[in-house]
Nanobody, 122 residues
């Protein structure tokens, strides 16, 4: 069974930073591309960032470009989201996702985590 477990969420002031982590587990699971999504109250879940299976390619949504950085450690089966210059509008539940294929994408993920809350106070 594949599991994705996010951590690192919390409360931070505007302008501050947080780093989210997502650890994957599963006996025969070798994650391909991985991504981060977020869902604010009353809104749909939106794409935030993605990274290819090798880590050589990344993709970001316009609202976070230049402020967030996605990275991965394949030896640890973990993906990270470094968030800087946080704004109140970044407040949301952040979800990690993984897919079996290595190609980077904004959608079409196979596995999802339970989410971690990020709250940015203004």
């Amino acid at each position: 069974q594949v599991q994705l477990v996010e951590s690192g969420g919390g409360l931070v002031q505007a302008g501050g930073s947080l780093r989210l982590s997502c650890a994957t587990s599963g006996r025969t699971f070798n994650p391909g591309a991985m991504g981060w999504f977020r869902q604010a109250p009353g809104k749909e879940r939106d794409f935030v960032a993605a990274i290819s299976g090798s880590g050589g390619s990344t993709l970001y949504s316009d609202p976070v470009k230049g402020r967030f950085t996605i990275s991965r450690d394949n030896a640890k089966n973990t993906v990270y989201l470094q968030m800087s210059s946080l704004k109140a509008e970044d407040t949301a539940v952040y979800y990690c996702a993984a897919r079996r294929m290595r190609a980077i994408t904004r959608n079409d993920y196979d596995y999802w985590g339970q989410g971690t809350q990020v709250t940015v106070s203004s």
